[in-house]
């Protein structure tokens, strides 16, 4: 082609007015939403595809979407080429039909110019029920994709803008909450057809050429930008386990196998010998991994690039079928929000041996999450979703902090008074845990604890969690933070429960969710310990644990480091010989 | 608060940046004198009364004539910035300390595992608990006692705080427990700084709550001193006049009442300028604006549509300059605070150029500030600057800006642009000159799309109003790049600020949360609802010196469909009927989403009303005579050759002024050179002005 090269002054033009297109679409969705999960938790994405189904650019959202939506635009194709009309409104969550999980709703709308597809809307929310066996549709104990609810492969929930009303009558008999779940998608549209007619204004501002070549050039840029970074990594195989503690129906661990091909300016990640798919439902289908795995070296070459696919480009990704990183029919996977978490966990433990500057210590392993079902007197459920998380490890140059979402999913927590006001849950305590973050010279992050009791005489819960066996680990020498910890009314009489849970509570029960703790990063006894000081200041250390962990010796009368008390215990034996 | 008669009242306009501290002076007849003193950071007051002293000097009007102080000022959000705030402690409901910590969560970016958010403004040890609990309905579910609460505050005041906080949860639905402690510190503890969040803002989410009264609490003793300095050493003049604060919202309120709710009047800087836009907009019965504020950082934009500012019911401060997005991304500190909405983006006349490696470029966020400041400025600024692009394309003054005060070094600017910019990139000086104001405007088009299409209006259906140092030199081309018609430029663009100061009305919001279903039964307590808070807000304005029988009152609504969590206000219609209230919440919901959903549950979350005097300020700006005045003298004119791009390239562009222009329109390209501003009208766009000396660009269609 012999085009000149493109401007970089429209260059730069195109690529904001890309960002703010998908701003908008994220916030259309978050302003008309119903559910908790679009309205607070921003557990949605927003993007514009190219007609492959590469991400052209996508919102300030959740990176366990975004390597799922080429897979499903595709799907879309693969089924409707050449029937996609204007109007048309294509919605899929069926995960072997080109979905995630059943939750996630894809919703695909067609940009039409000059009567061609130019480009697709897209948007994936996580919905507050699509029916199946517990009441918001995530149980871990389901063993087939049948038991989990309603699955849609690539059906038209509009064609030429007019309602399918035998898809949607379907959708509304099989959910818990129709209302939620139809304002929901109300939104999703409304969020494609904002994407549209922003995608639009440009064509006629810089015509369908010219515009085309600058998609194709932010991918490419995005892609230099990325083999650049890899260009000055090592070559080498860098190798990591890390585990899942259980699937939640056997007690066996659950290994995560990486190796990380580093060989010029590309990456391979090979997940061969992580555990066979599992009967618990925390399988991933193949694009979900992979999605995980782009996310962990995105975050390790810290550059600021558009989010495209072209970041992609270089990263190959293998995992076997049937294993729980390529999930074969009728594998299960409504709670696979825990291996989606451990692949990225795992991939980073691979890269911190890379690039052990630009990787942090494990987080929390991924949100904490749970649903719960309230029967209503007309025989109804009302559904109801909170969740757990925002732990970080550490790094080499800060503690890791309590009140960061994970990387892999940039979503928000739940109010308080707003849960309180909509269900007869009443939060007891939400708040950091001391002495819970790893030790380090730099401190993981301290776990977060959330306590609700229930209200109504009955509510049944689904509860997600992990990392208690095989808590978040530390770097270059940092330990691991706590493990995380369920329990029904804490205290005397209670007791502890599994890391996930599908059960009922009954009136004044107590159900306490407390998240791991962060990672720590580097040697513990090299903490300063003016540092361990203004912890233990903050309520976040005790002294017990500042000495035990850190070395640190507390005067707490004069509320001061014992220095010489610190030093002994630091340093057991005095010097042998003489200093340089 | 008695006005005497309006033909005595001069009012005075003190708009104080972190440059310049701008005076007006208005005369009961319209007429004004101004002054320009350099703002004197971290005693602001220093250059209020040199500022206010000569003005009076200059035009011989004794300070017992001067009726009120009208005062905008970024003293509030610079200490918030540089973390000068006051020490704060926080009471919470036990179990809750950390709610300040977690914040949402949500981080401002992706793939960021060193994301560190931003400090709380309390730390732990400052955050106690104390054993109390209201429950959803606002009943109590665990009493106070007294002892617990009396502890919490003694260990906060044992560790030297300077001002309390209280966030209790649920406090929304019962403020009894806060105001127990409200009372116990003001009994045991005078003069103790308080703010308790329901009375800070009454708001359901406890994070936002809290973040929000924690801000007041952080701003009031710094507020507090820098205003009642201020009104000390204005009535030493002998100015017996009552200092009025610009609100974040737009209106005016008392200095006392912004002293306790400093919070309120953080964004009083950029809205004073919204506030010079509005007076234009009701003189010239152009009801649809959009405002382009461009000065040496950041650009600021808003909408002026059917003749009122667009209000965001919540916005962050201290983020990092964001790229003009709406999203609320979780880097600063979260205010419920009702607000112009106002977007802006890290890009103006000093934002600096820079390029990456894979080739491509950016200009802003970072900026060359007023020191070292652009290159051509020759103050020892190295990187290029959008006013050095501004220069080399002949937009600017080769010799000198600022009427001659400040010496221009071109050949400097010229040598370094080319070094740093041009020949990375491979293109020619110009071209890369032309293509660094070309993507300052995309930049500042985020902005004004963000206050637009983010809200479902279409940037085409509004008029362009630039002010600030750069503004005019960028409207036009940012204008033609949006599809934007018609461009204003009012008269005297660098003042325009302290002008809409003395424009603004005094208004006052009081918001009840409601939490109710809009059905028929809920009508009663509606209209009682709105009964009771006019009640309140009567009295609370008769505490700040109004006569209550002087007062109206405008009833507003936040509504959304049941189970949304982001509302739309909307005016109560004249009916006071909730059918018709829910037709306007429809309407609205349509126009802003594209979708209304009939027959659909709605729920009325808060109701608002808004008090003011019923009669308007004694005198209001006359922005025509003040033209007038500015330009009647024509001045010089002259030619200089300016490139506008590839398909122009390098043409000889007329340079006048604005004394010159008549009503009849002249061909672009035309440059218009003022005493603190350039006009640049590019090919193709049409200069006149209009008979209040407005300079109106228009493009051909």
């Not at chain 1, 085009?3 to 970089?8: A, E, G, I, T, V």
């Not at chain 1, 979900?288 to 072209?310: F, L, T, V």
Request: net charge neutral; with cysteine; proline share 7%.
């Amino acid at each position: 082609m012999n085009r000149p090269p493109l401007d970089p002054v429209t260059f730069e033009v195109i690529r904001n007015a890309l960002q703010s297109i998908t701003d908008e679409m994220m916030l259309t969705v978050q302003r008309t939403g119903r559910s908790p999960t679009t309205t607070q938790a921003f557990d949605f994405s927003a993007a514009l595809c190219d007609t492959n189904g590469d991400v052209l650019d996508q919102g300030l959202a959740i990176p366990i979407h975004m390597g799922g939506i080429p897979n499903a635009v595709q799907a879309v194709l693969a089924k409707f080429k050449g029937r996609v009309y204007p109007g048309d409104a294509i919605i899929l969550n069926d995960p072997y039909s080109g979905g995630l999980h059943l939750p996630d709703v894809f919703c695909v709308t067609p940009i039409f110019v000059e009567e061609r597809v130019f480009a697709y809307s897209v948007t994936v929310v996580h919905h507050m029920d699509v029916g199946g066996r517990a009441a918001g549709s995530m149980a871990h104990d389901s063993t087939e994709i049948y038991q989990e609810g309603l699955r849609i492969p690539p059906l038209k929930l509009y064609e030429r803008g007019k309602l399918n009303p035998t898809l949607a009558d379907l959708i509304k008999l099989n959910v818990r909450t129709p209302e939620v779940v139809m304002g929901d998608l109300a939104s999703q549209i409304s969020a494609c057809n904002a994407g549209s007619r922003g995608l639009l204004d440009l064509v006629e501002e810089y015509g369908q050429d010219l515009l085309k070549d600058c998609l194709r050039e932010l991918m490419d840029y995005s892609e230099r930008i990325t083999r650049r970074a890899i260009s000055q990594w090592p070559d080498g195989v860098y190798r990591f386990t890390d585990h899942l503690d259980e699937d939640g129906l056997s007690d066996d661990p659950i290994p995560i196998k990486v190796a990380l091909h580093v060989n010029g300016n590309s990456a391979m990640v090979d997940f061969t010998g992580s555990a066979p798919q599992t009967r618990g439902a925390i399988n991933c289908v193949l694009s979900q991994s992979k999605a995980m795995a782009y996310c962990a070296i995105r975050c390790a070459i810290r550059e600021d690039m558009p989010n495209n696919s072209g970041c992609f480009r270089p990263v190959e990704v293998v995992a076997p079928e049937g294993t729980i990183t390529n999930m074969r029919h009728p594998a299960s996977c409504a709670a696979r929000g825990v291996t989606s978490f451990r692949l990225i966990d795992a991939v980073l433990g691979a890269l911190a041996q890379v690039v052990p500057d630009r990787v942090a210590a494990a987080p929390e392993g991924g949100t904490s999450t749970g649903r719960f079902g309230f029967p209503q007197p007309d025989g109804s459920i009302r559904v109801f979703y909170d969740n757990v998380f925002g732990v970080r490890g550490a790094w080499n140059n800060g503690d890791g902090r309590g009140g960061a979402a994970s990387v892999g999913a940039n979503i928000s927590n739940v109010s308080v008074e707003i849960l309180e006001s909509q269900v007869p849950l009443r939060v007891r305590r939400y708040g950091l845990v001391p002495d819970s973050g790893g030790p380090g010279k730099h401190r993981g992050g301290l776990a977060i604890t959330r306590e609700w009791e229930l209200l109504a005489p009955e509510a049944t819960i689904t509860w997600r969690s992990d990392r208690r066996a095989f808590p978040p680990y530390g770097l270059m020498g940092g330990k691991p933070g706590q493990g995380s910890l369920n329990a029904l009314n804490p205290g005397p009489g209670g007791q502890t429960l599994p890391t996930k849970i599908n059960t009922r509570l009954k009136q004044g029960d107590v159900f306490r969710h407390t998240s791991p703790g962060g990672g720590g990063y580097g040697n513990p006894m090299e903490r300063d310990p003016q540092a361990t000081l203004e912890d233990w200041r903050s309520g976040k250390v005790t002294a017990a644990h500042a000495r035990e962990a850190y070395g640190v010796v507390i005067d707490e009368a004069a509320g001061q480091v014992d220095a010489p008390a610190t030093a002994k215990l630091r340093n057991p034996r005095p010097p042998t010989g003489p200093s340089p | 608060m008695t006005s005497p008669p309006a033909h005595r009242g001069y009012r005075l306009g003190v708009d104080v940046g972190g440059t310049f501290t701008d005076v007006a002076l208005m005369a009961p007849d319209g007429q004004f004198a101004v002054k320009k003193v350099s703002s004197t950071p971290g005693r602001y007051d220093e250059g209020i009364i040199t500022g206010i002293r000569q003005v009076l000097k200059d035009a011989g009007v004794p300070p017992e004539s001067v009726l009120e102080v009208c005062h905008s000022t970024t003293a509030a959000t610079n200490a918030v910035l540089e973390r000068r705030g006051a020490t704060v402690g926080l009471i919470t409901t036990k179990g809750f300390r950390d709610v300040l910590e977690l914040r949402r969560l949500r981080t401002p970016s992706l793939y960021d595992l060193f994301y560190t958010p931003p400090e709380p403004l309390v730390p732990r040890r400052l955050r106690l608990e104390v054993d109390e609990r209201m429950d959803a309905q606002g009943r109590v579910l665990t009493p106070i006692d007294p002892e617990d609460a009396r502890r919490a505050v003694d260990q906060l005041l044992q560790e030297g705080v300077e001002s309390i906080a209280v966030c209790l949860i649920n406090a929304y639905k019962n403020p009894l427990h806060e105001q127990a402690i409200g009372d116990l510190i003001r009994k045991d503890h005078e003069g103790m700084f308080v703010s308790l969040s329901h009375r800070v803002v009454s708001a359901i989410r406890e994070y936002e709550r809290a973040s929000t009264a924690v801000a007041n609490a952080y701003l009031m003793p710094i507020m507090n001193a820098y205003l009642t300095s201020l009104r000390r050493r204005i009535t030493a003049m002998g100015i017996k006049a009552p200092i009025l604060v610009m609100q974040s919202s737009g209106g005016m309120m008392t200095s006392h009442r912004a002293g306790r709710r400093p919070v309120f009047s953080l964004e009083s800087g950029p809205v004073a300028g919204v506030a010079g836009a509005l007076q234009l907009s009701k003189e010239m019965a152009a009801p649809n604006l959009l405002t382009f504020d461009m000065g040496g950082t950041t650009t600021k934009a808003a909408v002026i549509e059917n003749g009122a500012p667009h209000k965001a019911a919540e916005y962050e401060i201290g983020a990092p300059i964001s790229r003009g997005s709406r999203l609320l991304k979780g880097g600063g500190y979260l205010l419920l605070v009702r607000a112009v909405d106002v977007a802006e983006v890290g890009a103006g006349g000093g934002s600096l150029v820079s390029l990456d490696k894979a080739g491509s470029f950016q200009v802003g966020p970072r900026s060359a500030g007023a020191e070292p400041g652009p290159i051509c400025y020759d103050r020892g600024g190295s990187q290029p600057t959008t006013t050095d692009a501004n220069l080399l394309l002949g937009y600017l003054n080769p010799e000198s800006l600022l009427g001659g005060a400040l010496k221009v070094n071109l050949n400097k600017a010229a040598g370094l642009f080319d070094a740093q910019v041009a020949r990375p990139l491979g293109l020619s000086l110009l071209e890369a000159a032309y293509g660094v104001h070309t993507v300052a405007n995309a930049s500042m088009a985020r902005a004004i799309r963000s206050v637009t299409t983010e809200r479902g209006r279409d940037a085409r259906n509004f008029t362009l109003v630039a002010f600030g140092g750069s503004g005019p030199c960028h409207a036009a081309a940012l204008a033609h790049q949006m599809g934007i018609p018609r461009v204003i430029i009012p008269a005297a663009p660098g003042l325009f600020s302290s002008l809409g100061l003395l424009s603004a009305p005094q208004e006052y919001e009081f918001v009840h949360s409601l939490m109710t279903g809009s059905g028929a039964a809920a009508r009663p307590v509606l209209e009682e609802s709105y009964a009771a808070l006019e009640a309140e807000a009567g009295d609370v304005l008769r505490r700040e010196g109004y006569d209550p029988q002087g007062l109206v009152f405008e009833r507003f609504a936040d509504l959304h469909y049941a189970a949304q969590v982001h509302e739309l206000t909307v005016p109560m219609p004249p009916s006071g009927q909730t059918p018709d209230l829910e037709a306007a919440f429809g309407e609205e919901h349509h126009r802003t989403y594209g979708y209304q959903s009939p027959g659909e549950p709605i729920e009325i979350i808060n109701i608002r009303v808004i008090g003011r005097p019923a009669a308007p300020p004694s005198s209001q700006p006359n922005l025509a005579a003040i033209g007038a005045s500015l330009y009647r003298a024509q001045g010089g004119r002259g030619s200089r050759a300016a490139y506008f791009g590839p398909r122009h390239g390098h043409l000889q562009t007329e340079v006048t002024t604005r004394g010159r222009l008549s009503l009849q329109p002249i061909p672009g390209p035309v440059i218009i050179e003022e005493y603190d501003t350039t006009i640049v009208a590019p090919p193709g766009c049409a200069v006149s002005r209009d008979d209040r000396w407005n300079v109106i660009l228009r493009w051909e269609q």
